[in-house]
C-alpha cells in the first residue's frame, strides 16, 4: 500500500516562488506525525508533498491520499480531493478547517477526520486495509499523547527548510478568545506531552536549535516549569509561543531563558484596550506592553509581536499609532494581520449574524484579506491601512530603529526582517484585495458565496 500525504499550497505561495525565501520557512510537522502512526502490520510505504516547496504529481496513483486543510488552503485541498478521487483514489481528509466544518468537506473525501488523529487515523488505515473504510472518524474522548511514536522527519527534504528541528510539548490553549480557532476546533483542554518525550525526540533528532509550535507554552505554567526544567541541561537554543502573561511569573520567564529560549511570538494583537476586551483577550495590558518587551530583552529574548486590525475597537488611527509603537518600543519583529472571521468560530457567528460577512471563499481566509465588514472604518480603510502600516514598519529606518533598539538575537532578527521587508514590500501583488474594495454587496449577509 502507497500512503500518499499532501498539505496544499497556501496564501504565500500562490505564485511561483511564494513571498518568503528559504530562509523563513520551516518543516511543518502536521505530516511526518501522522506518516508515524501508520500501523507497522500494514507494510504501507509513505511519501509526504508539501506544495508550499514541491509539485504534486497529479498523475501518481497511490492506494490513499490524506490531506491536510486549513480555511485558506480548503479551495486548492478540495480541488486535489476532487482530482485523485476522480482517477480512482481513495482520498482523506482532515486538520482544522475539516474539524470545523466536516460536512462540507465530506462532499470531497471518501472519508474524514474529525479533530487530532493520533488514535482515528490509524483505525482509518486498519479499516482500508480491510476494505471497510467508513465515512468518517472522530477524535476519541480519551486521547492521550503519552508514548507516541517520533515524527518521521527524515521524509522531508531538509534542503527546502531551514530547519526540520520542530517539535510541540503540548496542544490547545486554556483560553478562549473570540477570533481563536483553538477552543472552536479542539476545545481549552491542553493536552500535554510527558516532559520525558518531549526530552527524547529532541535528543533522537539531535536538535540544538529548535521551534516549539505549541499554541501556548505557559497555558499551563506548572508543566511549563517542568519542561523548561528538562531543557536546561540540553543546552539547546528554542523559539517558541506564549501570551502576554508571561510577564506577570518572572520566575517562570527567568527558567525559559535558562532553559535556552531566544525568542517568543506573542499575541499583542492591539493596542485599544476596548478591542481586547471585546473580543475575550482583555488579559492583553496595552499598557504593559513596553515593559514586557523590556523584560524580555533584559533576558536576552526576542519578540515576534502579532497585531490583528479591524477589531471592533479599532478606528483608523490605529495602523500609524501601531507602526510608530513597534519601532519606538523596538519589537524585533512585528507582523500584522486583518482580524479574520474563520468558520465555526465565535466571532465568525456574531458577525454572521450582524451581516457583516462579506464572502465565504475561503481562499481569502489568510489573515490577509478583508472578509467581513469592519464597524469603525470602511472596508478600503481596512485593506489600505494594514498595507501601511507593513510598510512603515519594515522601511529602512524602521528595521534600523527597532533592531538599534533591541540589540537581542541580532543576526537573526536582522535576516528576519530582509525577509518580512521583501514581504512588506510586495504585499499588495500576493493578498489582493481589489476583488472587494467597491464591489461589496449592500446586504452582504445576503452573499452566500461557498468554496
Known amino acids: 500500500m502507497h500512503i500518499l500525504l499532501l498539505s496544499p499550497k497556501g496564501p504565500l505561495y500562490r505564485r511561483r516562488g511564494g513571498i518568503f525565501k528559504k530562509s523563513l520557512r520551516y518543516a511543518p510537522l502536521t505530516l511526518t506525525t501522522l506518516a508515524a502512526y501508520e500501523p507497522k502490520e500494514l507494510g504501507a510505504t509513505v511519501s509526504i508533498v508539501d506544495e508550499g516547496v514541491s509539485d504534486i504529481d ?5 492506494d490513499l491520499v490524506g490531506i491536510t486543510v486549513i480555511t485558506g488552503c480548503a479551495p486548492r485541498a478540495y480541488e486535489l480531493a476532487d482530482h485523485f478521487r476522480a482517477r480512482g483514489v481513495k482520498v482523506v481528509l482532515g486538520g482544522p478547517h475539516v474539524t470545523l466544518i466536516p460536512d462540507e468537506a465530506q462532499a470531497h473525501a471518501d472519508a474524514i477526520c474529525v479533530g487530532y488523529a493520533e488514535t482515528s487515523w490509524p483505525r482509518l488505515l486498519g479499516d482500508l486495509g480491510r476494505g471497510e473504510l467508513k ?9 492521550s499523547l503519552a508514548g507516541l511514536p517520533f515524527p518521521r522527519r527524515e521524509l522531508m527534504d531538509p534542503k527546502k527548510y531551514l530547519t526540520t528541528n520542530v517539535f510541540e510539548a503540548t496542544r490547545a490553549c486554556a483560553h478562549d ?19 520525558e518525550d518531549v526530552v527524547a525526540d529532541i535528543v533522537q533528532h ?15 505554567p506548572a508543566y511549563a516549569r517542568r519542561l523548561f526544567q528538562a531543557l536546561v541541561p540540553l543546552r539547546v537554543k528554542w523559539f517558541g509561543l506564549s501570551t502576554t502573561l508571561i510577564l506577570y511569573d518572572r520566575e517562570l520567564l527567568a527558567l525559559a531563558a535558562k532553559s535556552g529560549c531566544s525568542g517568543l511570538l506573542i499575541g499583542l494583537e492591539s493596542l485599544c484596550d476596548l478591542a481586547l476586551t471585546g473580543t475575550k483577550k482583555a488579559f492583553n495590558d496595552p499598557e504593559q506592553y ?13 519578540l515576534q509581536g502579532c497585531f490583528a486590525f479591524g477589531l471592533d475597537g479599532d478606528t483608523t488611527d490605529v495602523f500609524d499609532r501601531t507602526a510608530e509603537f513597534c519601532i519606538e518600543v523596538a519589537v524585533d519583529l512585528p507582523r500584522f494581520a486583518i482580524v479574520t472571521p474563520f468558520p465555526g468560530t465565535p466571532l465568525y457567528k456574531r458577525l454572521d449574524a450582524e451581516g457583516r460577512i462579506l464572502t465565504r471563499d475561503w481562499s481569502l481566509y489568510d489573515a490577509q484579506h478583508v472578509v467581513f465588514r469592519p464597524k469603525r472604518m470602511t472596508v478600503e480603510e481596512l485593506a489600505e491601512g494594514h498595507e501601511r502600516v507593513w510598510r512603515a514598519a519594515y522601511s529602512a529606518s524602521g528595521i534600523a530603529r527597532r533592531l538599534w533598539g533591541s540589540r537581542t538575537q541580532v543576526g537573526l532578527t536582522f535576516a528576519a526582517n530582509l525577509g518580512y521587508r521583501f514581504y512588506a514590500n510586495h504585499l499588495k501583488s500576493f493578498y489582493n484585495c481589489d476583488w472587494i474594495i467597491g464591489a461589496a454587496p449592500a446586504h452582504p449577509a445576503e452573499e452566500r458565496r461557498v468554496a
Open 58 to 62: 497529479l498523475e501518481a496513483r497511490p
Open 135 to 143: 465515512p468518517r472518524y472522530d477524535q476519541e474522548p480519551d486521547l
Open 177 to 195: 478568545c473570540e477570533f481563536c480557532v483553538a477552543p472552536t476546533a479542539w476545545g481549552r483542554r491542553q493536552y500535554q506531552k510527558p516532559v
Open 206 to 220: 539531535g536538535a540544538k536549535k529548535l521551534l516549539l509550535i505549541d499554541l501556548n507554552l505557559v497555558s499551563d
Open 290 to 302: 513596553k515593559e514586557l518587551i523590556r523584560v524580555l530583552h533584559g533576558h536576552g529574548i526576542a
